[in-house]
């Protein structure tokens, strides 16, 4: 395999998107961070490449100021391409906020990947859908497949100018748990689906159909190594074997727990991050404190007061959060707070900095159980640390596997192999594109890679696995 890196800016690259282009060049599209280390306006990029090797200046394609993510490109026809991403454009707030967890499916095109129209809101009428994946019908009308974020529901729109001809119709006879779905048309105009169901006990799963409107039951696609598998993107050669591109799903919420014996009146509580790439902010959730004495528990959570809680908990917000005498507790420093997309309650609001910071609370002296909730910020592996004072009697740390790229091929239905392809394993990896079936047999695929210094986009190109 040999490799070679697509992205040429410091900033965060993540999500790549590949196809071939008019004259078998290969076209990658991903969004950009306007940061090396904050999730911060993001833009979608699109660059060429004859070789694999050497990559034309990158070409923002978005160009609002927004929050753009999860790229889709098509070659419609020969001289004709469309590009469509999900974004937090419209009512123009910004994402990870209470007032903008809205999201709407935007489209460019082009005749030569280098130029692009004004970005186009597709789905006039309906709105917060996202992920979205274009495929050509073979009556040649294009089609968009997407997510209903509120539903989890399945949606497919006919595209004709850019933007919906029609109303969008629900695919029926899928579950209502579809994650992260891909399509691919085969050789002999089979449609294909992969997608996660989150409450399975394998998450990836294939469809397909060979009308375009009735589809075959769902099977999973073998998982390797017991390792759950995520956000698939699926290909089809022109033997019609299925290729399926995959990552681990690392990316999470995660706990450490403490007992310790506290000898003075305060618990100081200190956060910091390890500042490896895609983790340049410390993150906290949650903390739970027990005293041993009594079983009194305190449970202090962090972040915007959005949810309601079955057992009493001190919600901590960023607007009140510095200690005070009065209060008993509070951090030493301000701190920022975010809305994420994922997550419980407890696992969706969270507090971050870039700075080591303590949380304090005023404790009596004597025995206590500590658990604390935090979670990965930008990279899978999530780079918080913790320092308490007082005597640590014992600690539980979690289990942490960095993400790996994976690549599924199925034979008639059959899963021939799964195998990881990533050659790095002390970083994440994740979020790889479809396959390209180049001539020769030659293969490309391109993913995210952290570390050791960047976050980057990469390809890989083989001729067999």
Not at 68 to 86: C, E, M, V
Not at 194 to 213: G, Y
Not at 214 to 231: A, E, F, G, Y
Not at 265 to 284: F, I, Q
Request: overall charge neutral; some cysteine; hydrophobic content about 35%.
């Amino acid at each position: 395999m040999t490799q070679s890196v697509v992205s040429r800016s410091v900033n965060i690259s993540l999500y790549p998107a590949l196809a071939l282009g008019k004259d078998r060049e290969l076209v990658c599209a991903w969004y950009e961070y306007s940061s090396p280390d904050m999730p911060a306006r993001s833009d979608v990029w699109c660059s060429l490449s004859k070789s694999g090797v050497n990559w034309t200046e990158p070409v923002n394609v978005s160009g609002e100021d927004s929050y753009n993510n999860g790229p889709s490109i098509l070659s419609y026809r020969k001289d004709y391409y469309l590009l469509a991403w999900h974004s937090w454009r419209k009512p123009r707030k910004a994402p990870f906020t209470p007032d903008g967890d809205i999201c709407n499916i935007f489209i460019a095109q082009s005749t030569d990947y280098r130029s692009w129209s004004e970005p186009t809101m597709v789905l006039q009428r309906m709105s917060n859908t996202e992920y979205p994946r274009l495929v050509l019908g073979p009556d040649g009308l294009l089609r968009l497949f997407f997510l209903h974020r509120d539903s989890k529901k399945l949606y497919i729109s006919k595209i004709k100018d850019g933007v919906q001809s029609g109303e969008p119709e629900e695919l029926a006879g899928l579950t209502s748990e579809v994650r992260y779905p891909d399509v691919a048309v085969g050789p002999d105009k089979t449609l294909y689906l992969a997608f996660v169901m989150e409450q399975e006990k394998e998450s990836l799963w294939l469809t397909a159909s060979e009308d375009w409107t009735t589809w075959s039951p769902p099977q999973p696609i073998s998982p390797s190594d017991n390792v759950r598998l995520t956000k698939p993107k699926i290909s089809v050669d022109e033997k019609g074997k299925v290729w399926v591109a995959c990552h681990s799903d690392a990316w999470g919420s995660y706990t450490v727990r403490y007992r310790l014996r506290l000898s003075t009146p305060r618990l100081e509580l200190e956060v910091s991050s390890n500042k490896t790439p895609g983790n340049s902010c410390w993150t906290l959730n949650a903390v739970e404190v027990v005293y041993k004495r009594t079983g009194a528990v305190k449970l202090f959570t962090f972040g915007p007061d959005m949810f309601s809680f079955a057992s009493p908990v001190v919600k901590v917000t960023e607007q009140h959060c510095l200690y005070t005498p009065e209060k008993m507790y509070g951090f030493d420093r301000p701190v920022h707070s975010m809305l994420r997309e994922i997550g419980n309650n407890i696992t969706r609001t969270l507090f971050y900095g870039e700075e080591p910071t303590k949380f304090l609370i005023d404790l009596a002296e004597g025995e206590y159980e500590i658990k604390i909730t935090y979670c990965s910020w930008i990279a899978s592996t999530p780079g918080t640390l913790f320092h308490l004072n007082g005597d640590i009697l014992y600690v539980e740390q979690p289990h942490v596997t960095p993400d790996s790229v994976f690549i599924s091929c199925l034979d008639k239905g059959k899963c021939i192999f799964t195998k990881r392809v990533n050659p790095d394993i002390d970083f994440d990896n994740n979020r790889p594109s479809k396959i390209v079936h180049a001539d020769n047999n030659k293969k490309h695929v391109a993913w995210s890679r952290y570390g050791p210094k960047s976050i980057d986009i990469v390809l890989r190109s083989f001729h067999g696995l």
